[in-house]
Nanobody, 127 residues
Framework: EQLVESGGGLVQAGGSLNLSCTASGFVADFDDYVMGWFRQTSGKEREGVSCISWSGASTHYAESVKGRFTISRDNVNNILHLQMTSLRPEDTANYYC???????????????????WGKGTQVTVSS
């Protein structure tokens, strides 16, 4: 099972970035998995950013990104997206994609609930 993130980079405060995560090698279909985005900065705990249910009907966001970030998924092409707007310096982190088998109609921002992880993509927001 492999999750590969892309789309990170350096952007000025107030700018936008679109992250993607491509899934491959999973035994089950992509839409059998809940997907999530997490971030971590050196020396800080991992933070759940957003998650999305298998169908895309249910999403959750961290309070710090509500209204600025949008998660979506393409179950045909096995891709998870995170649109990030109005970026702030405090959004600087390594962003990770994660997956876990779905057991319902919702999702959780608890990283311990996720089984599979990508290696991350760095997002740096300059002030």
């Amino acid at each position: 099972e492999q999750l590969v993130e892309s789309g990170g980079g350096l952007v000025q405060a107030g700018g936008s970035l679109n992250l993607s995560c491509t899934a491959s090698g999973f035994v089950a279909d992509f839409d059998d998995y809940v997907m999530g985005w997490f971030r971590q900065t050196s020396g800080k705990e991992r933070e759940g950013v957003s998650c999305i249910s298998w169908s895309g009907a249910s999403t959750h966001y961290a309070e710090s990104v509500k209204g600025r970030f949008t998660i979506s998924r393409d179950n045909v092409n096995n891709i998870l997206h995170l649109q990030m707007t109005s970026l702030r310096p405090e959004d600087t982190a390594n962003y990770y994609c994660a997956a876990t088998p779905s057991n319902g109609a919702s999702c959780s921002l608890d990283g311990d609930a996720f089984e599979y992880w990508g290696k991350g993509t760095q997002v740096t927001v300059s002030s």
